[in-house]
């Protein structure tokens, strides 16, 4: 069984508060890879938006797994905003 976790913190400007929410894709099997990772990251920002509408950018961390290096996941990110209504943002 193959699973992603992902973790996503949220904060409305006028609160201080952070909120965190979890996210769990589960699959019997499935190739782990960038298209795989680039499907999941379209389908939980689908879903983080329409929990939080207001959400508009996001910032991604991860845990450095090699599914994550990958020129062609680092050139679709600039897809997900078409996809997700969310524009994914270069740290600084």
């Known amino acids: 069984m193959n ?3 992902s973790c996503v913190l949220s904060k409305r400007e006028e609160e201080e508060q952070l909120d965190v929410t ?7 099997s499935c190739a782990q890879d960038s298209y795989t990772v680039f ?3 379209i389908d939980l920002l689908k879903m983080v938006k329409i929990a939080n ?3 508009s950018e996001a910032l991604l961390r991860s845990d450095g797994a090699g ?3 990958s ?3 680092i050139a679709a ?3 997900v905003h078409i996809h ?3 524009r994914v943002l270069r740290s600084k």
């Open 3 to 5: 699973w992603h976790i």
């Open 22 to 28: 979890s996210y769990v894709h589960l699959f019997d």
């Open 39 to 41: 499907a999941i990251l």
């Open 53 to 55: 509408p207001h959400i």
């Open 67 to 69: 599914c994550y290096h």
């Open 71 to 73: 020129n062609n996941l």
């Open 77 to 79: 990110l600039n897809e």
């Open 84 to 86: 997700t209504g969310i």
